[in-house]
């Protein structure tokens, strides 16, 4: 699977332009602040239904403008399965005359957003029922300087992380999560409107929170399920960029995996009407990332915490590419400047060996990118941004 080319409307820094992609390796470079990052923004947005960057929807409008548009088109290039009809149709991303066949299949992915109203996300001109249909269709990794907010923020930044990669990898559990931030959302605003007049409706909270611990006991499982899955492909990674000199650790904690939770939550009422919002729960977990028995974040080198990132990265890659069928696009933001040569050069093996398939790589440096890539073997397709 690949991007094939891109059009973009008043997104960010981009009034109208058009670009047409290699199928391998894709470098744009441009001095700092010309829109080489907003290119990469674009592709994640088209992929994933949003930016990145931000979480509002506005804030990839270009100024002044009152609506946004991308469009991209993927191909899906397919060889003969071997696999029986049935295990073929089980697989949403294509449909099964053409995995039965092989061959190439596309599609044309349409995303707008007008101030004021709501966003439309269309595949080959059909809107889908829900945006999370769409979700994990096109799957993408992004490694980009920020990475690192991972390990050293708090445990939102990690429970983001982990949760934009299940929900790349299984509709349920994005349907669970978007179901369970509604639920909270909502409960939330009665208890506020419970504290504030000093009075509270009982069986109204449960409506909500009784479906919210049934949602959070779902979402414990899949996480804990995940983990137990991920942590081998991880470690794998890690010892590979660290010569296996540290031992690394990665702790799911959860209070949801207690085994009264549902007591404990009905108990907890009093300090939610008194928090106006509720204090235990799914949006509560952590992910403990440490390393030689240490809280990484703390005790943790920058090299060491370089290596953690990438090496979450490189796992989400490889489940992505196990479960999907096919490897994930990988965006690439501005690393040759964050990593050093022995890391940049383990990412260049991968991009020849097979492994990555699709690359878009950024750098404020064109002369660096050309030496670093000059003898990589493979297509190469160079878009200079600003000029």
Request: proline share 2%.
């Amino acid at each position: 699977m690949f991007l094939q080319k891109i059009s973009l409307a008043n997104f960010k820094s981009y009034e109208y332009e058009n670009f047409e992609f290699s199928e391998r390796v894709n470098c744009i470079v441009g001095e700092n602040g010309t829109g080489k990052t907003n290119l990469l923004d674009a592709i994640y947005f088209l992929a994933l239904t949003k930016s990145s960057i931000s979480n509002q929807d506005a804030l990839s409008i270009n100024h002044q403008e009152e609506y946004m548009m991308i469009e991209g088109e993927f191909k899906n290039q397919t060889k003969t399965p071997q696999l029986s009809k049935e295990e073929l149709e089980l697989n949403s991303n294509l449909d099964s005359k053409t995995l039965l066949s092989g061959g190439t299949s596309s599609s044309l992915i349409t995303i707008s957003f007008q101030r004021g109203q709501k966003k439309a996300v269309l595949r080959d001109k059909k809107a889908y029922e829900r945006i999370s249909e769409h979700i994990g269709r096109f799957p993408v990794v992004m490694l980009s300087p920020n990475d690192t907010d991972i390990i050293r923020d708090g445990s939102e930044e990690r429970r983001k992380f982990f949760d934009g990669v299940m929900a790349q990898l299984n509709t349920e559990y994005l349907e669970n999560l978007l179901q369970y931030n509604r639920l909270l959302l909502q409960r939330n605003s009665l208890l506020k409107q419970f504290s504030e007049k000093n009075y509270i409706d009982d069986l109204l909270l449960d409506i909500y929170s009784d479906p919210l611990v049934e949602v959070s006991l779902k979402l414990f499982q899949a996480r804990n399920q995940f983990i137990t899955e991920f942590l081998p492909i991880f470690k794998k990674h890690y010892n590979t960029l660290s010569n296996a000199r540290e031992e690394v650790e990665m702790i799911y904690e959860s209070e949801v995996g207690a085994e009264n939770f549902t007591q404990i939550f009905r108990k907890n009422r009093q300090r939610d009407l008194a928090a106006q919002r509720t204090t235990i729960g799914s949006h509560k977990d952590d992910f403990v990332f440490e390393i030689n028995k240490f809280t990484l974040r703390k005790f943790g080198s920058q090299g060491q915490q370089k290596s953690f990132v990438i090496a979450l990265k490189l796992a989400q890659f490889e489940m992505l590419s196990k479960v999907k069928g096919f490897p994930p696009i990988l965006l690439l933001d501005d690393i040759f400047d964050k990593l050093d040569d022995r890391r940049i050069q383990q990412l260049i093996t991968m991009m020849v060996d097979g492994t990555f398939s699709q690359v878009f790589i950024t750098d404020a440096r064109p002369e660096r990118t050309r030496q670093l890539l000059g003898n990589l073997g493979v297509e190469i397709k160079y878009f200079e941004i600003g000029k």
